[in-house]
């Protein structure tokens, strides 16, 4: 049962541009999100994240938008670099204290120079 | 880098075969994870331990086990492997107070 769901498997984008990347969640538990990218060979570095109590957190180029109501998530990248190609996972945590982190299944960005 | 290493980066053994991976989380974390991500997938949570004791358990087959140990470093023990445990193996850590997790460069597991 997947409780958090990224349905585009892949995104390309002119550099520049805005990448939008989605991701919706089902347990109404989750208090924390967070995006993490992945480069091939290595493993997923946190980017940027966002508590439930909020809707909005902003890091330089990147910004992570969240609709509790439609339990959705987004992360807008303003301007997309060729530097960004990477795996994008969105993960989700819990209220039950454990720390415990369920991830989608990630979405491919290219980013076209 | 993160400051969470794991071992060995790659690993191939036969069906049938039991093997331990390694992770040695970042100096002052007491979480750590397990994490496999197959082929096309992604990341499926297997096991939380904090500072010695396991606190959270996901999507682990029996075959498996880990532990951690006094120093924090974790190990995660797959035996009885088949194909389909082929995956890379991610280690993550993080302070209890925190909500980041580090993750580790992950340990490629092939069973031929």
């Known amino acids: 049962d997947q409780q958090v769901k990224q349905n585009s498997p892949s995104l390309s984008v002119q550099e520049g541009r805005i990448s939008i990347l989605n991701c919706d969640y089902t347990?109404?538990?989750?208090?924390?999100f967070l995006w993490y990218k992945k480069y091939p060979a290595e493993g997923p570095t946190f980017l940027i994240s966002?508590?439930?109590?909020?809707d909005k957190n902003e890091d330089g180029r990147f910004t992570v938008f969240l609709n509790k109501s439609a339990k959705h998530l987004s992360l807008h990248i303003v301007p997309s670099q060729p530097g960004d190609s990477a795996v994008y996972f969105c993960?989700?945590?819990?209220?039950?204290?454990?720390?415990?982190?369920?991830f989608g299944t990630g979405t491919r960005l290219t980013v076209i120079p | 880098d993160s400051g969470v290493t794991q071992t060995p980066k790659h690993l191939i053994t036969a069906t049938g075969q039991r093997v331990t991976l390694r992770c040695s989380p970042r100096?002052?974390?007491?979480?750590v994870y397990w994490y496999q991500q197959s082929l096309d997938q992604g990341l499926q949570f297997l096991i939380q331990?904090?500072?010695?004791?396991?606190?959270a358990k996901g999507n682990i087959l029996e075959r498996f086990s880990a532990q951690q140990f006094p120093d924090l470093h974790s190990e995660l023990n797959l035996s009885s492997l088949e194909l389909g445990d082929s995956a890379l193996y991610f280690c993550?850590?993080?302070?209890?107070?925190?909500?980041?997790?580090?993750f580790g460069q992950g340990t490629r597991l092939t069973v031929v």
């Open positions: 993550a850590s993080s302070v209890a107070s925190n909500t980041e997790a580090f």
């Open positions: 347990n109404s538990m989750f208090d924390y």
């Open positions: 966002i508590s439930s109590i909020k």
């Open positions: 993960a989700a945590r819990d209220q039950t204290g454990a720390n415990n982190l369920f």
């Open positions: 100096s002052g974390d007491l979480s």
């Open positions: 331990y904090y500072n010695g004791e396991e606190r």
